[in-house]
């Protein structure tokens, strides 16, 4: 009973005019909100752009497109960079000296995101137009000194890591260099190149065959050495590999440069001149990864005390640098300028002498250079006297 009075109670509010306006609004206000709500935008902006381009030039131009069906305002960015879009294109503008990525994102104006990496190489070949000269080994023929002696390893195909491009073409190279120019018996010339650079060949020439050449206080020793280098875990120990080197177990299957170092001045030479093309970041001339493991590829090892003192060690880059290939060439960088620097040029002073600075002079010019025309850094690094003359 208490039930109909209400109903009884509510029957001229039902019938007001007022409460029916109101319902009535209040079904609009509900259709409009889910129409609204149905509409929300909810595509991502589209990227119309190739994912990979070559460019001719280290300033270029990239253009692209987006698209996004519901809203004409769309918000790009490369990198960090605000680029403007004007009917739906886009320019980006860059300068880079090395091969590039550019990370391209488009937001639309109700928060939709999307992205693009585009790959951009740079046709290095059309930026280098200097013509290298050949090597030639044939221009200076110096006189023969029975008291020189040169052990030449070159290693480009190992085993079990990647190649080190152009370095036996180096030592074969080298070889003429140290026969024509350093004046060197072709007797007293040890040449290893690829396999017959193991770990165990190369310590029977240096336990055996060095040990029966050089004089005590008389032998002048040559060393060139083109290949892979590392360092070891700490970055304390530097390594040379041999052909059937492994990076990961350097202490058992490469060469201690210290070490080395050490075996050869115990047998007392007069003086020992070391050429070493490789470096010890942890990459190849042509920048691949030599090592396996997951330990981080950019070793950067320490500087080594206790080189002896008649000792001169030309480096071809820093110890975190990578050395590089010259393609053009067939030679790494720094063993084409240090043989054309044997062949005169670095005779600054035109006095018919090569002392160690001039010629480190020479290399670290042309060598930094030409790294640089291929977007790297690299330096040549001198041990030793640098006013020693190298070459008379």
């Known amino acids: 009973r208490q039930g109909d009075n209400f109903t009884n109670l509510l029957k001229p509010i039902l019938k007001d005019k007022k409460f029916a306006d109101t319902k009535k609004k209040l079904k609009t206000a509900k259709k409009k909100i889910t129409v609204e709500q149905n509409d929300l935008d909810k595509d991502p902006p589209v990227i119309v752009i190739d994912e990979n381009i070559t460019v001719n ?64 190489k740079i046709k290095k070949e059309n930026l280098i137009v200097e013509k290298l000269e050949p090597l030639n080994p044939s221009l200076i023929k110096s006189k023969v000194n029975e008291n020189k002696l040169a052990l030449i390893i070159g290693i480009e195909n190992y085993s079990d890591v990647v190649k080190a491009s152009y370095a036996n073409n180096d030592a074969r190279y080298f070889k ?47 060393i060139y050495y083109a290949g892979h280098g590392l360092a070891s875990k700490d970055g304390k120990e530097l390594f040379l590999l041999p052909h059937d ?97 044997l062949e005169g040029k670095a005779d600054a002073n035109k006095d018919k002498k090569i002392t160690n600075s001039e010629l480190l002079a020479y290399m670290d010019k042309n060598v930094s250079q030409k790294a640089a025309e291929w977007g790297r850094e690299q330096n040549p690094s001198l041990a030793g006297d640098p006013d020693k003359v190298l070459i008379n």
């Not at 131009?61 to 809203?71: A, E, F, L, R, Y």
């Not at 990370?103 to 995101?113: F, K, S, V």
């Not at 070490?259 to 001045?265: A, H, T, V, W």
């Open 245 to 341: 080197g492994d990076a990961d177990l350097l202490s058992i299957s490469s060469i201690s440069r210290s070490k080395l170092f050490k075996e050869i001045s115990d047998l007392n030479p007069k003086t020992v001149t070391v050429f070493l093309d490789a470096c010890y970041s942890g990459s190849s001339r042509d920048n691949e990864i030599l090592l396996a493991s997951a330990r981080p590829v950019k070793i950067v090892a320490e500087e080594q005390e206790g080189i002896p003192k008649n000792f001169t060690i030309f480096g071809a880059s820093k110890l975190n640098q990578i050395s590089s290939g010259l393609k053009n060439q067939d030679h790494g960088i720094f063993s084409y300028f240090l043989m054309k620097g």
């Open 57 to 120: 030039d280290n300033n270029f131009v990239i253009s692209g497109k987006v698209k996004d069906k519901g809203t004409s305002v769309i918000y790009v960015k490369a990198d960090n960079q605000d680029i403007p879009v004007k009917n739906g294109e886009f320019k980006i503008s860059k300068y880079s000296p090395v091969d590039t990525k550019i990370n391209i994102t488009a937001i639309d104006e109700w928060g939709n995101t999307s992205k693009k990496i585009v790959q951009v």
């Open 176 to 222: 003429e260099y140290a026969t024509n120019v350093l004046g060197i018996k072709n007797n007293n010339i040890k040449l290893l190149v690829d396999q017959e650079a193991t770990y165990i060949e190369i310590n029977k020439v240096l336990k055996k065959w060095l040990k029966s050449k050089i004089i005590s206080g008389k032998t002048e020793l040559i």
